[in-house]
């Protein structure tokens, strides 16, 4: 088993992460937005598959050996088959079906779960500039700038 990651450090890496996934969705979408179907009916994106790129990209290279279960490796079927005791979820576009709407109630998603408890969090609204960290003991709303990656 790996040891778990400490809270603080994994807040202070996750937070530019997320925010350079949410840069990339704003880009794609400056670009247009077009969606396939995934095998449960739902919408995916360029956005979906490039911003969770960058998440597993950064989370594996951090934290090696530590599980990573996220939304687009999991409907392709590539979820580990036991997360463990520690484990990062990742949802790279919550709300796809509003991003490709144009609307901007969507989000990038990451959290640390450690014995079934989310320990760590992050939730980035590109569109909206708000970013929301949360660790035990602390919680925190941020406003970004428009172009901030």
Do not use: W
Not at 44 to 62: F, M, W, Y
Not at 76 to 92: I, M, Q, S, T
Not at 93 to 121: H, K, Y
């Amino acid at each position: 088993m790996t040891a778990s990651p400490d809270d603080a450090a994994v807040l202070s890496f996750i937070e530019p992460l997320v925010l350079r996934a949410g840069a990339r969705i704003m880009e794609i979408a400056a670009a247009g937005i077009a969606a396939e179907e995934k095998a449960d009916a739902s919408p995916v994106t360029r956005a979906d598959r490039e911003a969770e790129a960058i998440l597993l990209s950064g989370l594996r290279q951090r934290f090696p050996g530590v599980p990573i279960v996220a939304e687009e490796e999991a409907s392709a079927g590539l979820a580990p088959r036991e997360a463990g005791e520690v484990f990062f979820l990742v949802d790279p576009l919550d709300g796809t079906r509003e991003f490709v709407r144009g609307g901007d109630d969507f989000t990038v998603n990451v959290a640390l779960v450690r014995a079934g408890v989310p320990v760590v969090g992050a939730v980035y609204a590109p569109a909206c500039h708000r970013l929301y960290l949360g660790r035990p003991g602390v919680a925190e709303a941020v406003e970004t700038d428009a172009g901030h990656s």
